[in-house]
């Protein structure tokens, strides 16, 4: 007697639809970044910082509030709006800087305070739309294709951005931007998520200062996601600033030319993308808990072989076996995370989520960097690596986790 494995069930259609434009949008918006940066940068580092942080401050500063009102209102009108603001924002930003005038900086920290406003919105709506649109069963697949996409387009953005700044400069790029928010409107027009709130789960009475606290409470309260969120945390202050800072910063100290340097950071995105794609098409381990933990041990021995090489070899070695193990601790912990939030508040435990990478990334950027500083590179590397392996090895130990 034979029998026929059955085969894996499609994502959902509309999923896949609303994933493609939100994947234009990623580009668009990585291109128009780079864009941002550079033309900051011809007024000295500490201009190209300041735009830098007006997106990363008012986003963080807003991302709880976001949250509570995507839970509210509904993430696809959240996201509606939020497209609508983009495309209004890059098609006055391109008509401003367009022609041979220079680009005054203040209009650069006006254009990078927009786009983290609207992100502090936007993110958590978007964030929560996978389960939305899709079955629990399928969900690890769903968030591996699109941990898979977020990291081709940021392999692309920045090469598209400086393409488009060579041929029609800043106004060029936030005309090619303007186009992709124009898409992910009509294509959000087409989707309509089944499960998506629009206040019937919040109490009018209710503030949304008060239920953005309430989504924090909710977190800190459920064993499997305040576990998340410190892992998350870790995994944030831990393994993030490897590449964009302590792996630029091993490549000066060897003497390695900037293509070098470039192959190790894209060693990373590629191990990243890797395991995205095979988790997408076969699915995730049974225990997701584990399959993060695994992950964030692997990542361990990657960055502990980029410190500790002497050669360009080893270091992308180490920088490709550091993104296997963070695509393997993403691609299990997104799906913990989203399908352990009540659908009440989907938004607002992305919101969390949201807060608390940029948070432990902040943090251990200034940290990190000034210990580079004064002892060098290799030994802030190194620590990345045992906070990161603690940190799989703690997630062992926490039952929540262990067993989910």
Request: charged share 10%; aromatic share 4%.
């Amino acid at each position: 007697m034979t029998t026929t494995a059955l085969p894996r069930p499609c994502l959902p259609r509309p999923y896949l639809l609303w994933l493609a434009g939100a994947q234009a949008g990623l580009l668009g918006d990585a291109a128009l970044n780079f864009a941002l940066g550079w033309a900051a940068s011809g007024y000295g580092g500490g201009a190209a910082g300041l735009v830098l942080t007006a997106i990363t401050v008012s986003r963080t500063a807003l991302v709880l509030l976001g949250g509570a009102v995507a839970d509210r209102f509904g993430a696809r009108r959240v996201m509606l709006a939020g497209d609508a603001v983009m495309l209004a924002a890059t098609v006055a930003l391109a008509l401003a800087v367009a022609g041979d005038r220079g680009v005054p900086l203040w209009l650069l920290v006006a254009a990078a305070a927009v786009i983290g406003t609207v992100d502090a919105f936007y993110l958590p709506a978007s964030g929560s739309m996978p389960r939305r649109l899709v079955p629990a069963d399928r969900l690890p697949r769903a968030l591996a294709l699109r941990q898979a996409g977020g990291q081709s387009a940021v392999l692309l953005g920045a090469p598209l951005g400086g393409l488009l700044v060579a041929v029609g400069g800043l106004a060029g790029a936030a005309a090619a931007d303007a186009v992709s928010f124009g898409a992910v409107l009509l294509v959000l027009l087409r989707v309509r998520p089944a499960q998506d709130r629009s206040g019937s789960a919040l109490p009018a009475r209710a503030g949304l200062l008060g239920e953005a606290a309430a989504g924090v409470r909710l977190a800190l309260g459920d064993p499997l996601l305040r576990a998340a969120l410190l892992l998350t945390g870790a995994a944030a202050g831990a393994l993030l600033p490897v590449v964009s800072l302590l792996g630029p910063l091993l490549a000066r100290a060897h003497g390695w030319a900037a293509g070098t340097a470039g192959l190790v950071t894209g060693g990373q995105a590629a191990g990243v993308l890797a395991v995205a794609a095979l988790v997408a098409w076969r699915g995730g381990l049974p225990r997701a808990g584990v399959g993060a933990a695994a992950g964030l041990c692997t990542a361990s021995v990657g960055v502990a072989l980029l410190a500790l090489s002497a050669g360009p070899a080893g270091a992308v070695t180490g920088s490709t076996v550091t993104g296997i193990g963070s695509g393997l601790f993403a691609c299990h912990l997104g799906p913990l995370v989203l399908g352990g939030a009540p659908a009440s508040h989907l938004s607002r435990v992305q919101a969390l989520l949201t807060l608390v990478q940029s948070l432990a990334l902040v943090l251990s950027t200034g940290l990190l960097g000034a210990l580079a500083d004064a002892t060098g590179a290799a030994l802030p590397t190194l620590l990345c690596a045992l906070a990161t392996a603690t940190a799989g090895l703690a997630a062992l130990a926490i039952p929540a986790l262990r067993r989910a």
